[in-house]
């Protein structure tokens, strides 16, 4: 499992849960952190990056959705992020909402495609998508896409080729069906893998067996 850090004030927890076995960390803050939170320069995020445990740096990115005034506060950030990722040779954590073009345009002017990572919880289309993955990256479906309204969504879901699909459950947040509505918790990620194997007319033992991505914390833990 990953504990995935949004903000330096409860960082300290973070690390701390990464420290039981099978639990891994990432460390940065979020873009919807607001700008009286803590903000690291690239020099801190990749000294925290050292700690035990930390294998990707993030959840960072844009959101626009509910974004007042300029983005540049926004922006700043995620270059931060992108810039300690290369320096500290760790995948990135991608959160994008309504913010796809600028997600891809920083990606590329701060060279991310040098580390790679994870769109996390996606939601965007084919094109965006496929631009990711020509980066390096990964697709990480939620529960979202077992939605009866995320056809879009399913339908870049059969799309994507397997070694670049990943699965993830957002807890607490997104339950799949049929526990949407409920708080929701890392176990229920096999539903969202069931849905996506039928989805994609494959078992979900066929899902199940494919390579991990290389930076995956899972390729050096036997039995996760």
């Given at each position: ?13 973070v690390l701390a849960t990464a420290q039981l076995p099978g639990v891994f960390a990432s460390v940065g803050v979020h873009p919807n ?7 690291p320069d690239v020099a801190r995020l990749v000294r925290l990056a050292t700690a035990p445990g930390v294998v990707a740096i993030g ?159 899972c390729s050096r833990e036997p039995g996760l």
């Amino acid at each position: 499992m990953l504990c995935v850090s949004v903000d330096l004030e409860t960082l300290p927890g973070v690390l701390a849960t990464a420290q039981l076995p099978g639990v891994f960390a990432s460390v940065g803050v979020h873009p919807n952190t607001g700008p009286d939170a803590e903000e690291p320069d690239v020099a801190r995020l990749v000294r925290l990056a050292t700690a035990p445990g930390v294998v990707a740096i993030g959840e960072t990115g844009l959101d626009y959705y509910r974004l007042e005034g300029p983005s540049d506060g926004q922006h700043a950030r995620f270059r931060t992020h992108i810039r300690a990722a290369r320096e500290a040779a760790k995948p990135l954590i991608i959160h994008t909402r309504d913010s796809s073009a600028d997600v891809l345009r920083l990606l590329r002017e701060e060279r991310a495609e040098e580390v790679g990572g994870v769109m996390h919880c996606f939601v965007e289309d084919w094109d965006t998508a496929s631009a990711a993955m020509d980066l390096g990256f990964y697709i990480s479906l939620s529960g979202i896409v077992t939605f009866k309204t995320a056809t879009a969504l399913q339908a870049v879901a059969r799309r994507l080729p397997g070694d670049r699909l990943l699965v993830e459950t957002d807890a607490p947040w997104l339950a799949p069906v049929p526990k949407r509505g409920k708080q929701n918790e890392p176990a229920w990620v096999c539903h969202t893998a069931a849905f996506l194997a039928d989805l994609r007319e494959e078992s979900v033992a066929a899902l199940r067996r494919r390579p991990p991505p290389i930076s995956s914390p899972c390729s050096r833990e036997p039995g996760l």
